[in-house]
């Protein structure tokens, strides 16, 4: 539990940092805040209305208790109001609108990813050195030097335009189906973002479980399972497999972060309605709270991935469970 | 003796050995290729890539072997332009980040103590925290630059060349002649600027090529994102405009996005091969 304790310090201090950069951030560039806010229009305000202003956002207080204001917001779930929405929606509300989105892309893909590249990985551990093992390195490495966002760009134009096949984008056909057809209609639309994520991250997953299993499947334990006449597929699934899963899930847990982030360029292609998206269109019409909640929002995800992580590795490794 | 022909002492090269040295000539030959488009464009290049010289949006033909862009740009041209910004980005962020992660690396794994614990932290805190959305967000408040792109790569891009070469040093720092050095006086920073560095050497120079070829993939994804220069011409920004222009709609995807993609792909894959076989040659 010590161990636990202190990754959950770590967690709290990384979370504090998002919050500290989302708000230092804007206060450190070079203008003036107001400017930021007002865009084109700073230069037509009045003196009095530029004070005015200030003071309704508060910037005329000093910067240590425009922290403390902008912390108690937060922990009230009060992130500012969204500028985009003149009707007037709160960055909760938009965010809260779009995540669902954003996690089906990133679950399927990482469930994709990580099983097919495991399983890749592993079949190339086993092959080491032969025709198979070169061929699987060499997909790896060109799939990885491809950029994802180029290979969406041309699926597109393949699978939606020339074969009506896909549909080009967004989340769902507007107006929006019912029941069943609802479900097909959402995965059709899935389906290529889905395709192109997993790609992207196949192979990660394949790189450190082929590593992982390599260092295994050498070991004295190994050599042992095969001496006593253990089957093959049950050595490297029951005795390799078994053993890998943990440095496995650390490992691709540790490249999480920079995977993620992916997520935003592809749905930026895909026009689908995810917080990637959405912060790509927040960056056209200078949405900053917006554009703070989605970051905010990605790393919260990414350290709720990292402790559920942290939480698996009891049940992945039985070492552990008796300190816990 | 008998003579060897050439074929059997290939055969006795090892497989590895036999893909690393593939990897090496065929990664050298691309990077060269664009190197000479990055030094030369002019040579290559029929047209000067930012003057309009056709209609809009024309279908590869003579004049122009790859159509012309929404400007009527030679797309050629500017293919052969953007070599220059996306290996320029690429260098210069492997060149800062790696240049941070050894003193970071021999810092940290030389000195331990609290000099390590809290440089560690600070390497944990930036790989958990979400990387394109930060870059997005600092990119919007900072401007769309490519210097900017160049800034906030850096960032990013030490933590991993950090991490390595702290390795490299905690598994060297007990060998003995550090010891002896250490025994006759040298100071930390001798021993770190000399000796420790000269070990870790190897292991800088493949993460020089590695980050790069990892910084020329980042930079294609900020410059479509939008958040490159936009008056400038990089590979991300092509592929920026010919998604708003909506090419990827029409048959323009086949001499607009294409080619670009390749472009991209194939530097990343080159730099990539060659780090591989530097690695298996270490």
Do not use: C
Not at chain 1, 54 to 66: M, V
Not at chain 1, 198 to 211: E, G, H, Q, S
Not at chain 2, 89 to 96: D, R
């Amino acid at each position: 539990m010590k161990n636990f304790s202190r990754r959950a310090l770590e967690f709290s201090i990384t979370f504090f940092l998002a919050i500290s950069i989302n708000f230092f951030l804007p206060r450190l560039v070079p203008g003036d805040p107001i400017k930021l806010i007002a865009g084109d229009a700073a230069p037509q305000l009045g003196k009095e209305r530029i004070a005015a202003l200030r003071a309704q956002y508060g910037l005329d207080k000093p910067l240590s208790e425009q922290f403390m204001i902008y912390l108690k917001q937060l922990a009230h779930g009060d992130l500012g109001m969204s500028y985009r929405y003149s009707g007037g929606k709160t960055v909760v509300e938009v965010l809260s609108e779009n995540f669902r989105w954003t996690l089906l892309l990133v679950g399927a893909s990482m469930l994709f990813g990580l099983l097919i590249g495991s399983a890749l990985g592993i079949w190339s551990a086993t092959r080491r050195g032969d025709p198979i093992d070169f061929g699987l390195l060499s997909g790896v490495y060109i799939l990885r030097a491809i950029p994802p966002f180029w290979l969406a760009m041309l699926l597109i134009p393949i699978f939606a335009i020339q074969f009506h096949y896909l549909p080009a984008g967004d989340s769902y056909s507007i107006p929006r189906l019912e029941g069943w057809e609802n479900v097909k209609d959402v995965a059709r639309h899935a389906l290529m973002p889905i395709l192109v994520l997993t790609l992207a991250y196949l192979p990660t997953a394949f790189v450190i479980m082929r590593a992982a299993m390599f260092g295994i499947m050498e070991s004295n334990y190994i050599r042992t399972a095969r001496a006593k006449g253990v089957p093959n597929r049950w050595v490297v699934l029951k005795h390799g497999l078994r053993n890998a899963l943990l440095p496995v899930l650390t490992s691709f847990m540790v490249d999480f972060g920079q995977l993620l982030g992916g997520v935003t360029v592809i749905e930026a292609v895909f026009n689908y309605r995810g917080i990637g998206n959405m912060m790509f269109e927040a960056v056209k019409s200078r949405d900053y709270p917006l554009l703070q909640g989605g970051f905010l929002l990605f790393t919260l995800t990414i350290l709720a991935l990292n402790i559920i992580t942290e939480l698996m590795y009891p049940l992945l490794d039985p070492r552990l469970r008796r300190t816990a | 003796m008998s003579v060897h022909t050439l074929a059997d002492l290939n055969s006795r090269i090892s497989p590895p050995r036999r893909l690393a040295r593939f990897s090496r000539w065929t990664g050298t030959f691309v990077l060269i290729l664009m190197l000479v488009f990055a030094f030369f464009p002019t040579v290559i290049a029929p047209y000067d890539s930012t003057k309009t010289v056709a209609l809009p949006l024309q279908k590869p033909g003579r004049e122009n072997i790859l159509g012309t862009n929404d400007l009527g740009q030679d797309l050629f041209s500017e293919l052969i332009a953007g070599t220059r910004a996306s290996l320029l980005t690429g260098v210069i962020v492997s060149l800062i980040a790696v240049f941070i992660g050894v003193i970071v690396g021999l810092a940290s794994g030389y000195l331990g103590g609290w000099v390590d614990a809290l440089l560690m932290r600070i390497t944990d805190l930036v790989l958990v925290l979400p990387f394109l959305p930060l870059v997005i967000l600092i990119s919007v408040y900072l401007g769309p630059s490519q210097r900017n792109i160049i800034i906030v790569l850096s960032v990013f891009f030490w933590v991993g060349p950090a991490r390595l070469i702290r390795a490299r040093v905690l598994s060297t720092r007990s060998d003995t002649y550090i010891e002896a050095a250490r025994a006759l006086g040298a100071n930390p920073l001798q021993i770190m600027a000399g000796h420790l560095w000269s070990s870790v050497r190897p292991l800088a120079f493949v993460q020089v090529v590695l980050v790069a070829s990892a910084s020329i993939l980042a930079e294609s994804s900020l410059s479509f994102l939008g958040l490159g220069d936009p008056s400038g011409k990089s590979w991300g920004t092509m592929l920026y405009f010919a998604r708003a222009s909506g090419a990827f709609l029409s048959d323009a995807w086949k001499w607009w996005v294409l080619p670009t993609g390749l472009m991209i792909t194939l530097t990343v894959l080159s730099l990539g091969l060659i780090g591989y076989s530097l690695e298996q040659g270490m």
